[in-house]
């Protein structure tokens, strides 16, 4: 029930119609019973400069930030995690006494999705296959967790290159930047992370992988996608007895940690169990 006293949290994004954040923070509000909602909050790019005036005044408590807003929100913040910093890129932000502050709770939220299924990071060889922000993200989660080095495979060089460069100011971690047509896989990889938007709903019969090879010394494959639950990339790899993982997990612990840094509360994992639960009905597995 709305009522004086309700705090007032939403997306920020544009799009933001099809998002399903607002169903899953005032699912989590109503299993944990807090006074709150949330709601999406639709910037147009001429009024993404006054967001944070704007919510401030308002006194929105906390917002998530969404395409394509994630790295012009950072710049305009006077407090970000120092991880979020790193990565470039923020999500959620927190109201304080003079602002907000920004955190990156889709890397965390990644973490965790795979903590989830039993998965660390550490001394694992990962492949990442992509070179924009979510490719980014998750290269520098990546190196945080102390994996044994990293392969990014994107089709314009120069976009992996920048990464590898920024990763290494940070860490040191054995990098390689290859582009797909002179891609070989040569060692097992632990980890391949598919980061494009190639499989997506609509345009699920794409993938940036064709060849079933590919797969065969993959143990674990990751798609961020979850729409479809399954895609064209997660077919392959399970066909050729590959673990694979899926978006959602994702999805979901970022949402639960945004929950937990805006309210100052540990959500149990009976309540994340629930919410999964809902978010799978919506998104079948095809
Ligand atoms: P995000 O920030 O969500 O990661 P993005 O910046 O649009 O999204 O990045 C999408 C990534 O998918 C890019 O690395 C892009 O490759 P390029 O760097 O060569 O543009 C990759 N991608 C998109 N369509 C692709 C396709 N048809 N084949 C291969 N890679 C593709």
């Known amino acids: ?50 967001v944070l005036k704007g919510a401030y005044a308002l006194n929105i408590q906390g917002m998530n930030v969404t395409v394509p807003y994630k790295n012009v929100i950072l710049q305009q913040l006077e407090d970000v995690d120092p991880f979020a910093v790193q990565v470039g890129a923020v999500n959620t932000l927190k109201k304080t006494q ?26 694992k060889t990962v492949v990442i296959i992509g ?44 990098i390689n930047v290859v582009t797909p047509d002179e891609f070989i896989l040569q060692n097992a990889v632990d980890l391949c992370f598919q980061t494009t938007s190639l499989g997506m709903h609509p345009k ?31 077919q392959m790899a399970q066909s050729n007895h590959c673990t694979i993982i899926n978006g959602l997990g994702m999805l979901l612990y970022q949402a639960v940690q945004a929950f937990e840094i805006w309210n100052e509360v540990k959500v149990p994992p009976d309540v994340v169990e629930q919410v999964r639960e809902l978010l799978s009905e919506r998104y079948q597995w095809i």
């Not at 005032?26 to 400069?49: F, R, W």
């Open 1 to 50: 029930m709305i009522q004086g006293t309700t705090k007032l949290f939403g997306l920020v994004g544009h799009p933001v119609e099809h998002s399903c954040s607002p169903l899953i923070h005032n699912t989590l509000a109503s299993l944990m019973k807090l006074d709150m909602i949330y709601v999406p909050l639709h910037v147009y790019p001429e009024n993404v400069n006054q």
């Open 98 to 123: 003079t602002g907000y502050k920004g955190y990156n709770t889709d890397t965390s939220g990644l973490f965790l999705s795979l903590i989830s299924r039993g998965i660390t990071l550490q001394n």
């Open 131 to 174: 070179g924009g922000g979510a490719a980014r993200a998750t290269a520098m989660l990546c190196a945080k967790e102390k994996a044994a080095g990293i392969t990014i495979c994107n089709r314009t060089r120069n976009k992996a290159e920048m990464i590898k460069k920024d990763i290494l100011q940070h860490y040191d971690i054995p």
């Open 204 to 234: 699920v019969k794409e993938s940036p992988v064709q060849n079933h090879t590919f797969f065969s010394a993959v143990k674990v494959a990751v798609d961020l996608i979850y729409n479809p639950g399954k895609t064209k990339f997660l």
